[in-house]
């Protein structure tokens, strides 16, 4: 089984400060890793991705994210937060043995960047 | 990039009405496409994976007679929810993978339907 915990509801940052949105993960094999924002009344958009090679992914919009085995986490980091990244964001994983690599995610983190 | 297309975005209506909602990628082809319900302040929880040309694979819970999913072809599924009652009103998000659906590729989202239902 696979699962994904994003252990805060909620996280408030001072625009122009760095974010980080953290994720864990459990997988049986080797973990595929996501992040993707939702803005409100829509779907998903998809941030970066973690398949294979260095451990620090860089995405849309600035975002970046860092992947650490030992400490089964991809925490989801920006140098300095914009108001526009105020949204929900998700962390997902899959991993090799999922039927049609299905995606498990997070219950989603709220950012909000006070100007 | 990847586009998914959801319609219609909105839908009210009264007990006991069928609704349907589309989901077609735009510029690739998508053997696979997901169907999502998110509740407010919730996750998303996978309905079922939908397969084009065969049966949809339904996650436990999911009524499959309740939620019926066509994949007729590479860019189009449908989830209908058939007659429908105040408890299936949600938001209801379809996604679709690029290519083979290889573990490599994301998943591109659809903008979602909120359905209402009186």
């Known amino acids: 089984a696979q699962s994904v915990a994003q252990p805060e509801d909620q996280v408030n940052v001072a625009e122009g400060n760095p974010l980080t949105v953290k994720c864990t993960y459990s997988?049986?094999?080797?973990?595929?890793l996501f992040w993707y924002v939702q803005y409100p009344n829509r779907g998903l958009q998809f941030l970066l991705k973690?398949?294979?090679?260095?451990?620090l992914v860089k995405g849309s919009y600035g975002f970046e994210a860092e992947f650490n085995k030992s400490q089964t986490s991809f925490h989801l980091k920006k140098p300095s937060a914009l108001v526009s990244d105020s949204a929900l964001y998700f962390c997902?994983?899959?991993?090799?043995?999922?039927?049609?690599?299905?995606?498990?995610f997070g219950k989603g983190t709220k950012l909000s960047v006070i100007p | 990039g990847a586009v998914v297309s959801q319609h219609p975005s909105r839908v009210i209506c009264k007990s006991g009405t069928s609704v349907k909602i589309e989901c077609r990628s735009l510029?690739?082809?998508?053997?696979?496409m997901f169907w999502y319900r998110q509740f407010p302040k919730q996750s998303l929880m996978l309905m079922a994976t939908?397969?084009?040309?065969?049966?949809?694979?339904?996650e436990q819970g999911v009524e499959k007679d309740k939620f019926l999913i066509n994949h007729a072809s590479l860019t189009l599924s449908t989830l209908t929810v058939t007659s429908a009652h105040p408890e299936d009103s949600s938001f209801y998000i379809c996604?679709?993978?690029?290519?083979?659906?290889?573990?490599?590729?994301?998943?591109?989202f659809g903008d979602g339907t909120r359905l209402s239902i009186l």
């Open positions: 939908s397969n084009e040309g065969s049966k949809a694979t339904y």
């Open positions: 996604s679709a993978r690029e290519g083979g659906g290889g573990r490599n590729q994301p998943q591109h």
């Open positions: 510029d690739f082809q998508a053997t696979t």
């Open positions: 997988v049986s094999g080797n973990p595929y």
């Open positions: 973690y398949i294979t090679g260095d451990n």
């Open positions: 997902a994983v899959t991993y090799s043995g999922a039927g049609s690599y299905q995606l498990t």
